[in-house]
């Protein structure tokens, strides 16, 4: 839904967005229409615009204070800082260290965060397996099971892809933002098991450096760069489901890597 404002501004009403990735995706529709160039008089002359983005119920739950959203975003894209290619940006409710730390998170682009995952994952495998005397014998001393070296390697091997594997499907299907808070909630997840194990042991054990230092803030920082881009039942939805694959995974490992 299109409606003019006055002069030369426009309201765009976007309905059933998901995700942060369905606005961007309407943004460069706009832009890509506005920046064709066009013959005027045997002229050829193009057009460009600065747009404020506001989004409920994060910038507001009325039709007012979305508005106003909209229209500061809009002031603050007509920076002269702002280039041609981005002269759009969203608004913000209050300048609090958390509405800071997602400003700051959310300026790194979403196919880039994706990818950080599979190489993070065999950052976290690799420590696993040469650390520490690898987790198969590490398992063996803490809980008695026996994981064979072989074993360890194809269960993790089967994991990797199927994380690349979900990653494209995500890419394809339009659902990535929920796709990355699942990953995030699973290795937040894995690094809180690995941290809590390892202090209670008192001791090291295989993935801690990685679950601590890497796999922990990388799932703290993508709830964080995640909350409020989609519905609210949707975000906790693939949160849970993260913490569920971990817990699966986790009795998957008590058992040997056996399904039986």
């Not at 983005?53 to 920076?79: C, E, N």
């Not at 950052?123 to 809980?143: C, D, F, K, N």
């Not at 920082?221 to 995640?226: D, N, V």
């Amino acid at each position: 839904f299109v409606a003019r404002l006055g002069g030369d501004e426009f309201a765009i009403l976007q309905r059933d967005v998901l995700s942060d990735d369905d606005v961007e995706a309407l943004i460069v529709k706009v832009y890509r229409a506005l920046r064709t160039p066009f013959d005027c008089h045997g002229h050829s002359l193009s057009s460009d615009a600065s747009i404020g983005i506001a989004i409920a119920p994060r910038h507001g739950t009325d039709l007012f204070g979305l508005l106003k959203s909209a229209d500061l975003a809009m002031y603050a894209a007509k920076a002269p800082l702002q280039s041609f290619g981005s002269r759009h940006t969203s608004a913000s409710i209050a300048p609090s260290p958390m509405n800071k730390l997602k400003t700051y998170l959310s300026n790194t682009t979403i196919g880039f965060w994706a990818w950080l995952f599979p190489i993070t994952y065999l950052m976290h495998v690799a420590e696993e397996y040469w650390i520490g005397g690898g987790y198969s014998e590490y398992l063996l001393r803490l809980r008695g099971v026996h994981l064979s070296q072989t074993r360890f390697l194809i269960s993790q091997s089967v994991g990797f892809m199927l994380m690349i594997l979900g990653i494209l499907i995500a890419r394809r299907l339009k659902f990535l933002s929920m796709m990355l808070v699942i990953l995030g909630a699973t290795c937040m997840a894995n690094g809180v098991s690995h941290t809590v194990t390892s202090a209670i042991d008192w001791n090291y054990g295989p993935g801690l450096l990685t679950s601590l230092f890497v796999w922990l803030p990388l799932g703290i920082a993508t709830l964080i760069r995640f909350q409020g881009t989609m519905a609210r039942g949707r975000y906790w939805t693939a949160v849970a489901i993260g913490i569920g694959i971990n817990v699966a995974i986790g009795i998957f490992t008590l058992r040997g890597g056996q399904f039986q």
